[in-house]
């Protein structure tokens, strides 16, 4: 592990076993060339998040990509998210069009240019799925979340990324029924992706609880633009951990509270409800 700029990079073990494996396949300098364009993928993706004024805690780099830990405190936008999100294959596109050129100029060996080229685009359209962590997800998942509750926004994302990485090891596996040798890197990789959604799923009460913590931010923001608050309505009788599922990310709320015959019995701003949660 090394720190720049107060950050964290380091390697993942899946990195450090695909490097073993290249040292016995004679395959390292492919292996370093992977693991530059990887750097600069995710360096994209850490400029991109201190321009949009988050704080990057650490970058953890895979074969196929990273995972960047991102401290928002609640105030990093959908829009912004993907945003950070598309700077890596952006960084991508940049390093082809740099590596085409040089090859058109004669510059370097042909095969190793074009080797380049090919390793920037399948790693660009790779993380373009829509799967977590990949950048495809965290896009999917922010644009769900301008119009779905944040709540199910995270778990059915989640699910979904669960499932997709599920027939990702399947489909790694598919040779083995006609005889052939499985898809080693891409069972690895799947197996990366299915673990980490699993985790995440699992951590979902204590991501949906940050994000209840930095509702602070939200309402400074309808305070100072004047926004109109998006009403909630809810029977007396309901639980208040489903009123709160049922919060957006960008949108403030006043819950109307019914009583049995259907009349408002009283109007709740969000933040009375978010202190009855915590207890303040």
Known sequence: MIRVW??????????????????????????LTLFAIVLVHE?????????A????????????????????NGKLTAFREI??????????????AFVWA???????????????????????????LPILPLDGGRIVQAAVSLQAPYYSTLLWCGRISILASALTAVYALLPLGNGGGIRLNLLMIAVFLLYSNITDHRNLPFRFMVFLMNRGAIYEQHMDKGTPALPIVAPLAKPLDDILRLFKRHQYHLIYVLDAEGGVMAVVPEQRLLSSYFGI
Do not use: C, R
């Open 6 to 31: 107060g950050i964290s990079f380091y390697l993942h073990p899946l990195f450090v076993i695909i490097m073993l494996l290249s040292v016995l396949t004679g395959q390292f300098l492919e292996l």
């Open 53 to 72: 004024g988050a704080t990057v805690k650490s970058v953890q780099l895979l074969p196929f990509g990273g995972v960047a830990v991102i401290e928002d």
């Open 83 to 96: 945003g950070i999100a598309l700077a890596g294959p952006f960084q991508n596109i940049l390093m082809i």
């Open 102 to 128: 040089l090859k058109e100029a004669g510059w370097g060996s042909d095969a190793y240019m074009t080797y380049l080229i090919q390793a920037n685009l399948i790693i660009a359209l790779f993380n373009m």
């Open 43 to 51: 360096l994209g993706h850490v400029w991109a998040a201190i321009l």
